[in-house]
């Protein structure tokens, strides 16, 4: 499958035209990992856009300028733009980055095509397809929401049990400590902290996103 063609990139170009950089970097950098022959490069391009743009929403100056940076590179030494507007993508990026520098607000473009196609080859491979490539799409948020649920709530959690375990004194053995958390973690200090936690980092994911669509 071309490049351009797959389900992925297709959904990350339109996460980073509605303004959803992170997630959209969450695909580019599937991609790149997976990409051969010049894929790779032409792939990064679009992901070090899309996480420069992030590092800059998130007050982030000098990495959101490094990427960017790398991202023109990028673009002046790519050779096959597979029907993108590269060139003026570049150029909006290249003034966005020059009004970081000048602690100013940057504006930040869509990814043009020259060509409809890119954009409109989900409807031409008909419904079977669009409903694989739904699901698809299904098992990719779910994907995500694990990432966040690891390492929010069940990292934290492993964490504070294992520290409970090496410094507090108690008269059960440890093998029934740990298999039945008997005599540990008091208050359920292990389990709500990283609840706090996980439901707090799910509250500013959906704040930002509700801030970002307006925008859009």
Not at 70 to 94: C, I, P, Q, S
Not at 176 to 185: G, K, Y
Request: charged share 25%.
């Amino acid at each position: 499958m071309e490049l351009i063609d797959d389900p992925r990139f297709l959904r990350g170009i339109a996460l980073f035209n509605d303004g959803d950089y992170l997630e959209a970097s969450d695909l580019f950098e599937e991609l790149f990992f997976e990409g051969v022959r010049d894929e790779p490069d032409f792939i990064r391009i679009f992901l070090q856009f899309s996480v420069g743009i992030f590092h800059a929403q998130t007050g982030q100056w000098r990495p959101a300028v490094e990427r960017i940076e790398e991202g023109l590179r990028l673009v002046a030494a790519n050779e096959n733009d597979r029907g993108f507007d590269l060139v003026a993508l570049a150029a909006a990026m290249n003034a966005g980055m020059k009004a970081l520098q000048m602690k100013q607000i940057a504006l930040w473009p869509q990814i043009a095509c020259h060509t409809r196609y890119a954009f409109h080859a989900q409807r031409e491979t008909g419904e079977d397809q669009s409903r694989t490539d739904s699901a698809y799409f299904d098992v990719m948020s779910i994907r995500r929401e694990l990432r966040w649920f690891l390492g929010f709530f069940m990292l934290p959690m492993v964490i504070l049990i294992s520290i409970d375990l090496a410094f507090s004194h108690s008269p059960l053995p440890l093998w029934r400590r740990v298999t039945s958390l008997e005599d540990t973690c008091s208050y359920g200090i292990c389990f709500i902290a990283p609840a706090i936690l996980y439901v707090a980092a799910l509250m500013i994911r959906i704040s930002r996103k509700s801030l970002r669509r307006p925008e859009a």
